[in-house]
């Protein structure tokens, strides 16, 4: 699933009708492939940005992104591998 917030001086709300670029940010949960594509083809990611985003041996990674429309932007992967549902 792919959300879309946007930040302003009444805090952050959800918005998805907002186009992906306009976004202050883009959150992915068990994302389609179409999702991941599309998040990589709106941003300029690499597309191996997402390969291995359900892989046991990547538990996590925090990383700078090289993209021409997200100046200094980082990434950060989590993974949760306990399905029961509990806070992390």
Partial sequence: M???YHFSSQGAKEEPTRRLKDSNL???SRASRQE?????RTFDLAPLTFAYH????EVS????IT?????D???LVVYDFIEEA???
């Fill in 2 to 4: 792919l959300r879309k």
């Fill in 61 to 64: 990674r925090y990383h700078k």
């Fill in 73 to 75: 932007a980082h990434l």
């Fill in 36 to 40: 991941l594509e599309q998040v990589c």
């Fill in 54 to 57: 359900s892989s046991p041996e």
């Fill in 86 to 88: 509990t806070k992390i």
């Fill in 67 to 71: 993209s021409q429309f997200l100046p």
């Fill in 26 to 28: 883009v959150l992915l």
